[in-house]
């Protein structure tokens, strides 16, 4: 009985430090779809990128993470920045990919 609610306190504490569903950036220097498909390569590259999605128009990129992963802001940061690119901003939202791409074309 202990070792259950020991687990059951275990899981709780480890809900509560869940990673957020997707990552927001807002990026400066996004100019063609080239850009676009070197970024989506960049971030595809951590084993915790579920999937991307860029918005040249937006100027954001967004990476849903798999489940339990996480990528963290400084390792995003780098990675766009040795690609050429300038983060503004990072978020992480409970928002799903697919919502951050229907909000996207909502928005055009």
Excluded: H, W
């Amino acid at each position: 009985m202990r070792n259950s609610v020991m687990s059951v306190v275990l899981l709780a504490s480890f809900a509560g430090t869940a990673s957020a569903a997707t990552i927001e950036m807002d990026v400066n220097g996004l100019v063609c779809a080239f850009c676009a498909q070197g970024i989506e390569k960049t971030l595809r590259a951590f084993p915790a990128t579920a999937d991307v999605v860029v918005s040249l128009e937006k100027k954001l990129v967004a990476v849903a993470t798999r489940d339990g992963q996480d990528i963290g802001d400084e390792e995003l940061r780098k990675a766009l920045t040795n690609a050429g690119y300038t983060v503004k901003a990072i978020r992480r939202e409970d928002e799903s990919l697919d919502d951050v791409r229907a909000r996207l074309k909502s928005k055009q």
